[in-house]
């Protein structure tokens, strides 16, 4: 036992031990070949084969797939977590052919690994304390807002961005106290672009909490031009995913999403009940199942409690001299408050301050800061009481306590479960068709063309269809005309800008109209009377796309140039 303590710093030994508390967690899904009806991992396990398809049109990065049903290509990448369902799909193509299901578990185990082991670099990097830090991953993993998202909301994007935000929080401070270290700049750029492609609300939350805290903390050690290089660092990053940032931007206001009710309506309607938010144990509102977001009432968990009281009470009262570890404790120990009072407060103070009804729908969400640095303040007042010398008893009974103090998170027993492989035989497995597509009857004035059902001088889109054909990811259609066509549907979603369409090998405008409750694109022909050569790729917006190449060269000659010198160095 001794030898295991003095070899707590092999990188091996710590990704074993993370990659067994990943496998405890995941232990709810361990069956392969049966999922419980009506679970949401079946719209995840559809994106994935779709994200697969397009991978294997040579889409890097993805973009748009094929509805099934319907003939059109949807974009759903361009619009949602292009970068999550990037990595499952390189799984399920090389890993797991003949099964999404497993490489959907796969992504989310190595998640899992990576938030355990970044969550020990960063306590390590705060407390320097190794066998501290290795306690304070395990409270991160097994919050009980991790073990509500990976086994009770099934949520993938969700699970992924959790495991990547302690790489993302590391990377960040050790830029902010290194500004000219070139490593950190890429690794912070690198992390935070993953961030931003899996899932916005975690990176918008993540930003703002960490905007606070380092504000905060500039204001006390003056380091103002750290501050800065770290923002321009943070903004880098941001160009480095302006391609999907850019579109969403411009569109999410007209989305159907963006009029839907999204997230805890519980937490919506009245904020989320006090005692729910410091139970010791689940909590869920009456109802048939247990996968509805709605009947879930997320609480900080047992450790995180004791940890943020204690760290409160030995503060407050001066029992701790001051050092930069106590500074960095009580900055955040301040910013925990607001971000519990935002998750507690039936005000809407979210929806006020930003004007966004969806980031306050989300506000539960906050509990993904809350629970990596309560798992700080935990370790911190552990190492405190131990006064800094955790033996493997500490370590030990603080794991189990940690577990058992979580069970009641991991879901119930369910019999009533659907086979993987009847899922994938089934011919409908459309992933959400409406979130992010253009609403027509909220937003009109994206109808530029008003719908016409004569067939003599309109091409419909039902007939346009069955002309076309996919190559790769550009559809093409030859279209024959007569000379009294004026205009010709394509089955394609109308998104403005976006899209690249040639007419005979010259690009054409495109205009949209209504059709059978689609906003679709349409053109007119060059050459009526004869046979329209059409071609349509989704493509984003251009000026975005450009500066994220840009931003992405700028990387890499960063990237060329720390080699470089590394080389030298060691030469």
């Not at 209504?514 to 329209?532: F, H, K, W």
């Amino acid at each position: 036992m001794k030898h295991w303590l003095t070899s707590i710093k092999n990188p091996l030994l710590i990704f074993g031990f993370f990659s067994f508390a990943a496998l405890i967690i995941l232990a709810p899904l361990t069956d392969n070949k049966m999922i419980v009806a009506n679970s949401p991992i079946f719209d995840y396990l559809s994106a994935i084969i779709q994200a697969k398809a397009a991978l294997s049109e040579g889409q890097f990065p993805l973009r748009d797939t094929l509805i099934n049903n319907d003939g059109f290509r949807y974009p759903l990448f361009q619009f949602y977590s292009p970068s999550t369902y990037m990595m499952a799909a390189f799984i399920y193509k090389w890993m797991t052919p003949n099964n999404p299901y497993e490489a959907y578990k796969i992504l989310l185990w190595i998640a899992l690994v990576c938030g355990g082991i970044y969550m020990y670099r960063l306590t390590n990097l705060l407390l320097r304390s190794k066998r501290t830090a290795l306690l304070s991953g395990c409270i991160y993993l097994f919050s009980p807002f991790y073990l509500i998202v990976i086994d009770q909301l099934n949520s993938l994007n969700q699970g992924v961005a959790l495991g990547v935000l302690p790489a993302v929080l590391f990377y960040t401070l050790k830029f902010y106290s290194t500004p000219s270290s070139i490593k950190n700049f890429l690794a912070m750029n690198i992390s935070w672009y993953l961030l931003i492609t899996i899932h916005l609300i975690t990176f918008f939350y993540s930003s703002f909490t960490l905007f606070i805290i380092l504000s905060l903390i500039t204001c006390t050690n003056r380091k103002i031009k750290n501050l800065c290089f770290t923002l321009i660092s943070y903004l880098s990053a941001c160009l480095l995913a302006i391609w999907y940032l850019a579109p969403l931007a411009m569109l999410s206001k007209y989305f159907y999403m963006s009029s839907s009710a999204l997230g805890l309506s519980i937490s919506h309607l009245y904020g989320i009940p006090l005692l729910s938010l410091l139970s010791f144990t689940s909590n869920y509102l009456p109802g048939p199942s247990y996968h509805q977001a709605s009947q879930i009432l997320p609480s900080m968990g047992a450790p995180i409690i004791f940890g943020v009281g204690a760290c409160a009470y030995l503060l407050l009262n001066g029992k701790i001299e001051k050092s930069t570890q106590t500074q960095w404790i009580f900055i955040s120990l301040i910013v925990s408050l607001i971000l519990f009072i935002l998750i507690w407060s039936p005000i809407h103070i979210l929806e006020r301050l930003t004007h966004n009804p969806i980031l306050d729908q989300h506000k539960w969400c906050l509990l993904s800061q809350l629970s990596w640095m309560g798992a700080i303040f935990t370790a911190w007042i552990i190492s405190y009481l131990t006064d800094h010398k955790i033996s493997y008893i500490h370590i030990l009974i603080g794991m189990i306590l940690i577990i058992s103090s979580s069970s009641s998170w991991l879901p119930p027993v369910n019999t009533d479960v659907k086979s993987v492989t009847q899922f994938l035989k089934a011919s409908d497995r459309n992933f959400l068709k409406i979130p992010y597509l253009i609403d027509a009857k909220r937003h009109p004035e994206y109808i530029l063309h008003s719908a016409v059902l004569n067939e003599n001088e309109t091409i419909l889109a039902s007939a346009s269809l069955k002309k076309c054909v996919n190559n790769k990811n550009v559809l093409v259609c030859k279209i024959p005309t007569t000379k009294q066509i004026n205009l010709i549907e394509l089955p394609v979603l109308y998104f403005p800008e976006l899209l690249y369409v040639t007419i005979n090998g010259k690009e054409s405008p495109y205009t949209s109209v209504l059709r059978a409750g689609y906003v679709i694109a349409a053109i007119t022909p060059t050459s009526p009377g004869n046979v329209n050569e059409v071609k349509v790729e989704f493509r984003g917006l251009q000026w975005a796309n450009h500066l994220s190449i840009a931003a992405w060269v700028f990387l890499l000659i960063a990237f060329i140039f720390y080699l470089s010198k590394k080389v030298m160095n060691n030469a």
